[in-house]
């Protein structure tokens, strides 16, 4: 099982930035996707999940409204598009693996989620 995260970098307030996470190794269908993020100097914490047929997503109050995830299982990414980003969203963004095939309700914690892949940076500032 791989997850390789990109699209980081470095953004001014108010801008937008494309992750993108290419997953190898099992069959992306069959599972629910997640974004987490570490800040410096604080706990990792969930920023969004979407469903294995992408119908359904959930995202942290801290950026909804602002963060879209999407996938494509038929090209094993998953992404996550950043709108309005502000200066703390600066973090380490990562893609997960749900720990659970099929799982309907979509999971928050980061114990739900198995895999994680390297992380992408994101700095936002001026």
């Known amino acids: 099982v791989q997850l390789q995260a990109s699209g980081g970098g470095l953004v001014q307030p108010g801008g937008s930035l494309r992750l993108s996470c290419a997953v190898s190794?099992?069959?992306?269908?069959?599972?629910?996707m997640g974004w987490f993020r570490q800040a410096p100097g604080k706990e990792r914490e969930f920023v969004a999940g979407?469903?294995?047929?992408?119908?359904?997503?959930t995202y942290a109050d801290s950026v909804k409204d602002r963060f879209t995830a999407a996938r494509d299982n038929a090209k094993n990414t998953v992404s996550l598009q950043m709108d309005s980003l502000k200066p703390e969203d600066t973090a380490v963004y990562y893609c997960v693996r749900d720990r659970r095939v099929w799982r309907q309700r979509l999971a928050t914690t980061e114990e739900e989620y198995d895999y994680r892949g390297q992380g992408t940076q994101v700095i936002v500032s001026s």
């Open positions: 190794g099992f069959a992306l269908s069959a599972y629910a």
């Open positions: 979407i469903s294995w047929r992408g119908s359904v997503t």
